[in-house]
C-alpha cells in the first residue's frame, strides 16, 4: 500500500499538456441585487490548467460591496487552526472542486468563518476544508486566512496568498493538489449590497506555483446590476455646537466648533455632505497660510502646525473607532481640509472650502459607500484656532445649513439652529442657541422611610438651562453610603439609566460625571437600603441637609443647599 501511495504521490507532479494558466467561468453576484439589501453572496471561477497549481487568489470586491464583521461571534486564529470554530462564527460555505494523486477527483466542502483580525484590519476570514473522510487519516482539513484590506477605491481586497499544492496522504505521503474550480457563498447576515446603483464590478487575480516571481498576474472581470436604488432609506442628521471654553462668544473670540454627522443603521451611505456655517461663524484667514502640501498629506507627513483639528468616525463594521488629525492642505485653489482617519480601516478624506451668500461653506465630496454611524470633527478654540466669531452666534436667527447626497443620487437639505455654550453680548449662552442667561439650577430632595428605619432618598435636579456634565451630593450625618452602594444608586439623565465608573459612592458623597452628549437638563437619583448603612437617627419630622455641587459647561459651579423633612 505505501509503494503504490508513494507511486501515485510522484504522478501528482507530473506535468500534463493543458491550456496556460489562467480564469475562467468567473461570477460574483448577490442573489436579491437591491441596492443596501443584505444578501447571500456567491463567488465561482474556474481554473484553465489546474497542473499549474493555483498559488495566489485575490477578489476585489466592489466598492461598497461589505461584510459586517460585528454581526457574528469571532472565531480566533488558534480555534480555526484546530478546526474547532464556534458554529455562530461561521458565515458561508464553499465547495472545491479539485484532483489529488493526478488521478482522483474530488469535490472537498467547506465552511468559511469570521475570524479575529489583527489590529490594523477591517476583517480576517477563515476556511477549512473537510475531504470527505471522516476519520482525516486519509486526507487531513485544508484550512487557510483570508486577509481583507481597503484599496484606494475604497472597495475590499479578500487575498488568499500560498495556498498549499499538496497534502500529506496519511499524513506521510505527499500528494499534489490540483484545485479545478471553487464555489463560496456568503451569508446575508454577513454581507450588505452597495448602496450605490449602477455596473458594480468585481476583479480576480491569481498567479500559479508553476509562475517565475516576475510573471504577471492572470486578472478578470465580472459585473451585477444594483437595482431599486431609490427606495433605500435616507435621512442623515447634523449637528453644530460652538464652546466659548469658558469664555465670552464675542466677535473676535475663537471658540471650539464640533460638527457631527449620523446615519441610522440601514439608510444609503453619503456620498456627498456639505455644511454652511452660520453667518456669525468665519474662518481665520492667517490661519490658513500655514498649510501641508498634497503629498505630504497623502504620505502621512504634515507639520503639527498646519494640524487644525480632529475627527472621528464610527462604523458598525468596527471594533473600534477611527480616529486622527485635521490638517489645511494646500491645493492650486483655496486650501482643503485633510481628514487623516487612521485605524483597521484607514481613510484620507478632503473637504473643499467655499463661500455661499457670504457665509463659509465645507463640502465633502466622494465619500466611501461604508456605513458611518458618526462622523466628528473638532475645531479647537484658543490663540490658534481656526473659526472667529463674527457675530452674535446666541441670536435665534443663529442657523446652519447641512446638504447631503448618497450614493443613489438622492438628496437632503437641513437649515438647524447651532447650540452654543458660554456668554453672548446681550446675554449669556446656555447650549440652546437664543442666547437665553442660564438661571440657577434648582434640586428637590425627598426622605421616607423612619417608620422601619430604613431611609430612602430621592433627588430630582434641573439645571436652569444649561446641561450639566456633573453633579455631587453630600449627605447629612445621619446617612452614610455602604461600601458598593454605586451599583445599588438608581440614577437617570434626561430618562436615561447612568451606570458603572459614571456613578462613585463613598462615605457621605455620591458623584455623577460623564452625563451622555453634551450633558443633561435633569437628573435623578433614587437611594435605598442596602445603598444606605444603618442611619445613627433618622426619626419622622427630622430635618436634613443637603449639599449639592453642579458643574455646567461655560458656567460657574452652582452651589445648593436644600433642605428636607424626613416622614415614615
Known amino acids: 500500500m505505501f509503494v503504490v501511495l508513494a507511486t501515485l504521490g510522484l504522478f501528482a507532479f507530473a506535468p500534463s499538456a493543458q491550456a496556460a494558466f489562467g480564469l475562467s467561468g468567473l461570477q460574483a453576484t448577490p442573489a436579491n441585487t437591491d441596492a443596501g439589501v443584505r444578501s447571500d453572496f456567491h463567488t465561482h471561477l474556474e481554473i484553465t490548467s489546474p497542473a499549474d497549481q493555483l498559488r495566489d487568489l485575490t477578489v476585489s470586491l466592489p466598492p461598497g460591496l461589505s461584510g459586517n464583521p460585528q454581526s457574528v461571534p469571532k472565531c480566533s486564529v488558534d480555534q480555526l487552526n484546530a478546526d474547532s470554530c464556534p458554529a455562530g462564527s461561521q458565515i458561508g460555505t464553499t465547495s472545491v472542486h479539485l484532483t489529488t494523486l493526478s488521478l482522483v477527483p474530488l469535490t472537498v466542502d467547506g465552511s468559511v468563518y469570521n475570524v479575529a483580525p489583527e489590529s490594523d484590519e477591517p476583517a480576517r476570514l477563515g476556511i477549512v476544508l473537510r475531504p470527505p473522510d471522516p476519520t482525516h487519516l486519509l486526507l487531513p482539513p485544508i484550512i487557510n486566512q483570508v486577509q481583507v484590506k481597503l484599496r484606494p477605491d475604497f472597495g475590499l481586497d479578500t487575498i488568499l496568498t500560498d495556498l498549499p499544492k499538496e497534502a500529506k496522504v496519511l499524513s506521510l505521503v505527499p500528494a499534489g493538489i490540483q484545485i479545478n474550480s471553487i464555489d463560496l457563498d456568503l451569508d446575508g447576515a454577513f454581507m450588505r449590497n452597495p448602496t450605490s446603483c449602477g455596473t458594480q464590478t468585481t476583479g480576480f487575480s491569481a498567479r500559479s506555483w508553476a509562475m517565475s516571481e516576475g510573471d504577471p498576474a492572470v486578472t478578470g472581470t465580472t459585473t451585477f446590476e444594483s437595482t ?166 446666541c441670536a435665534k436667527s443663529s442657523t446652519f445649513n447641512a446638504d447631503f447626497t448618497s450614493q443613489a443620487g438622492q438628496t437632503v437639505s437641513k437649515t438647524l439652529p447651532t447650540t452654543e455654550t458660554g456668554s453672548c453680548p446681550g446675554g449669556g449662552g446656555n447650549g440652546n442657541g437664543n442666547g437665553n442667561q442660564a438661571k440657577k439650577p434648582r434640586a428637590r430632595i425627598k426622605v421616607a422611610g423612619a417608620k422601619r428605619h430604613r431611609p430612602r432618598v430621592s433627588i430630582r435636579v434641573r439645571s436652569g438651562g444649561a446641561a450639566m456634565r456633573a453633579v455631587r451630593v453630600k449627605l447629612p450625618r445621619a446617612l452614610k453610603l455602604r461600601r458598593g452602594a454605586g451599583k445599588r444608586i438608581v440614577v437617570k439623565a434626561a430618562g436615561k439609566r447612568i451606570r458603572g465608573k459614571k456613578v462613585i459612592a463613598k462615605g457621605r458623597t455620591l458623584k455623577v460625571r460623564g452625563l451622555p452628549g453634551k450633558g443633561a437638563k435633569s437628573l435623578t437619583v433614587g437611594i435605598r437600603r442596602p445603598a444606605i448603612a444603618k442611619p445613627r437617627s433618622v426619626r419622622k419630622g427630622k430635618k436634613l441637609t443637603f449639599r449639592l455641587k453642579i458643574m455646567r459647561p461655560g458656567q460657574k459651579p452652582a452651589n445648593l443647599k436644600v433642605s428636607a423633612r424626613v416622614k415614615k
Open 228 to 393: 431599486n436604488c431609490k427606495t433605500q432609506p435616507y435621512d442623515p442628521k447634523a449637528s453644530l455646537h460652538v464652546d466659548g471654553d469658558g469664555k465670552s462668544l464675542s466677535p473676535g473670540s475663537r471658540p471650539t466648533v464640533t460638527s457631527v454627522i449620523t446615519q441610522a443603521d440601514g439608510e444609503a451611505n453619503n456620498q456627498r455632505a456639505a455644511v454652511l456655517l452660520p453667518d456669525a461663524l468665519g474662518v481665520d484667514g492667517p490661519r490658513l497660510e500655514q498649510s501641508c502640501s498634497m503629498d505630504d498629506f497623502q504620505t502621512g507627513s504634515c507639520a503639527a502646525t498646519t494640524k487644525v483639528g480632529k475627527a472621528t468616525a464610527v462604523s458598525p463594521l468596527l471594533d473600534s473607532d477611527l480616529s486622527g488629525p485635521v490638517y489645511v492642505v494646500g491645493g492650486d485653489g483655496l486650501p482643503m481640509l485633510g481628514v487623516d482617519l487612521k485605524g483597521p480601516l484607514p481613510l484620507k478624506i478632503l473637504g473643499s472650502p467655499g463661500f455661499k451668500d457670504g457665509r463659509v461653506e465645507t463640502t465633502f465630496e466622494g465619500l466611501p459607500d461604508l456605513p458611518l454611524s458618526r462622523f466628528e470633527l473638532v475645531f479647537p478654540g484658543g490663540p490658534t484656532g481656526l473659526l472667529r466669531v463674527t457675530g452674535n452666534l
